[in-house]
Structures are given as structure tokens and as C-alpha cells.
């Protein structure tokens, strides 16, 4: 079964740290995401990665960075971490585009900026 | 931009009866996916449907893409599927899924 593993599994950081949030797969799949979810928002694409080594913007990238090192990881930097940064964040991937593939999602990191 | 709208936007069930959830888009493109989030949790894939009807167990997911609308029907409704449903779209240049604001569903017993 596909398998998606996000650490930590919540995280409480201090307003202008830095904090990391990481993604593992072993689905052998080229495609990855980080979304965030807010109430009232939905799901809400940050960076997504279609090949190690490269990362791409989303709809809301501002205020993160993205790390690929490697097909199985992916990463979601917060440089300087602020309030409206508050949320739940998901990273998933896929074994392909075009919009004929479903996304198989982590568990989720609920992220409290204070 | 593409917009996705769901409703209704919350629903409370007796445990047994049914429930009909919509998704309306804004484009005409040719695929739809339904997700599943767990109270609390994370998000499992229920169905891809690019248009007609697609079953699995009690839940049934139809799609008019002319009608830029899908819906998802559940029956005998269970305390188990509360949490929220959510459809996704993909964008025209297919590498991302637009998602809807979901529906939140409780199903009492």
C-alpha cells in the first residue's frame, strides 16, 4: 500500500523561528505536494515537485521554501515563521500527471505559530 | 481562476439514512475526484470519475461534465463515514488539484 509519512506530527514554534517540515514516500512516485488547510479554505497548494532536485510554486507560495533531495523526500521550509502560518499541512504525491492520478496523502503536521 | 463549490456545507444524519453531496465547477475539464478526510486526520481517495457514474459499496459518485457538476450519494448512512468530503478538480494544465471547501458530514446513532 502507498505510503506517505509526514514528521513531526505537530509542531508548536515561536513567531520568526524556522521550522522544517518533512515528507517521506515509498511509493516510487515523481510527483510531490505540500498543501495547507485552513478552516473556510480548503486544501490550498504551497510547492509541488515532479523530479528530485526541483521544486515548483504553488498558489500560495510566499513565506516557504521547498527542498527535493531525493524522489522519497520532500521537504517544507518556513524561514521565518509567522501567525497566519497557523494550519494543518499535508504533503502527498502521485505516480503521474495530468490530472488522471489520485494523490495519496500523509497523515498531516498541525503547525501552532505563537 | 478555477473555483470548485461544494454544498451543503455541513449535514447531520440519522444513522440509516441518506445523503447526497454536490460539487459545482466553474470549467469544463475532464476529471473529478472525491476525497475523504477522516475527523481529525488525513485524506484517502474515494473516486476518480471523469463523467457517468462509478459505484464502490454504498457510495455512488456521478459526474456531468457539460453540467460542470458531480455528486457523491452515500446510503444507509453509518456513524463511520462522518468527517468531511472534499472534490477536486484539476487545473488546465494539469498539475494540481483545485479542492472544494468540503462538505462536513455527522452521522449520529
Known amino acids: 500500500e502507498a505510503a506517505v509519512t509526514q514528521s513531526p506530527r505537530s509542531k508548536v514554534a515561536v513567531t520568526g523561528g524556522k521550522v522544517t517540515l518533512s515528507c517521506h514516500q515509498t511509493?516510487?512516485?515523481?510527483?510531490m505536494y505540500w498543501y495547507r488547510q485552513d478552516t473556510g479554505h480548503g486544501l490550498r497548494l504551497i510547492h509541488y515537485s515532479y523530479v528530485a532536485d526541483s521544486t515548483e510554486k504553488g498558489d500560495i507560495p510566499d513565506g516557504y521554501k521547498a527542498s527535493r533531495p531525493s524522489q522519497e523526500n520532500f521537504s517544507l521550509i518556513l524561514e521565518l515563521a509567522s501567525l497566519s502560518q497557523t494550519a494543518v499541512y499535508f504533503c502527498?504525491?502521485?505516480?503521474?500527471?495530468?490530472?488522471?492520478?489520485?494523490?495519496?496523502f500523509g497523515a498531516g503536521t498541525r503547525l501552532s505559530v505563537l | 481562476g478555477q473555483q470548485v463549490q461544494q454544498s451543503p456545507a455541513s449535514l447531520v444524519l440519522q444513522e440509516g439514512e441518506n445523503a447526497e453531496l454536490q460539487c459545482n465547477f466553474s470549467t469544463s475539464l475532464n476529471s473529478m475526484q472525491w476525497f475523504y478526510q477522516r475527523p481529525g486526520g488525513s485524506l484517502v481517495s474515494l473516486f476518480y470519475?471523469?463523467?457517468g457514474t462509478k459505484h464502490s459499496g454504498r457510495l455512488t459518485s456521478t459526474t456531468v461534465i457539460k453540467e460542470r457538476r458531480s455528486s457523491l450519494h452515500i446510503s444507509s448512512s453509518q456513524t463511520t463515514d462522518s468527517g468531511t468530503y472534499l472534490c477536486?478538480?484539476?487545473?488546465?494544465?494539469?498539475?494540481?488539484?483545485?479542492f472544494g471547501t468540503g462538505t462536513s458530514l455527522l452521522v449520529d446513532p
Open positions: 511509493n516510487n512516485h515523481d510527483y
Open positions: 502527498a504525491s502521485s505516480p503521474d500527471w495530468g490530472g488522471q492520478n489520485t494523490l495519496y
Open positions: 477536486a478538480l484539476p487545473c488546465n494544465m494539469g498539475y494540481k488539484l483545485t
Open positions: 470519475n471523469p463523467s
